[in-house]
Nanobody, 114 residues
Framework: VQLQASGGGLVQPGGSLRLACVAS????????MGWYRQAPGKQRELVAS???????RHADSVKGRFTISRDNAKKTVYLQMNSLKPEDTAVYYC?????????WGQGTQVTVSS
């Protein structure tokens, strides 16, 4: 499975972006799909995840601002990001887990700055 992330860019504080992760194959068989981010000098961290049953989990730092969702027909997982803050600046990666296998997308840069 190949994952293609898109939707990043430069946005002002308080703004919104929607990231999309399109898979080359079906995502219905993936146990979990998630968005991670890595800021300069920091470790990669989980932002949000969604299971095959559509149960979601969001990091405390983004709760109430970010929402993960999936569209199986479009083979796409989304991350809606609202009320963006400068500390959200990072490269965002999507990941798919299927049993012991893990697949990563190439990352998309999100920069929050005035």
């Amino acid at each position: 499975v190949q994952l293609q992330a898109s939707g990043g860019g430069l946005v002002q504080p308080g703004g919104s972006l929607r990231l999309a992760c399109v898979a080359s194959g079906s995502i219905e068989s993936m146990n979990v799909m998630g968005w991670y981010r890595q800021a300069p000098g920091k470790q990669r961290e989980l932002v949000a995840s969604i299971t095959s049953g559509s149960s979601t989990r969001h990091a405390d730092s983004v709760k109430g601002r970010f929402t993960i969702s999936r569209d199986n027909a479009k083979k796409t997982v989304y991350l809606q990001m609202n009320s963006l803050k400068p500390e959200d600046t990072a490269v965002y990666y999507c990941k798919a887990d299927k049993w012991i296998a893990a697949y990563w997308g190439q990352g998309t840069q999100v920069t929050v700055s005035s």
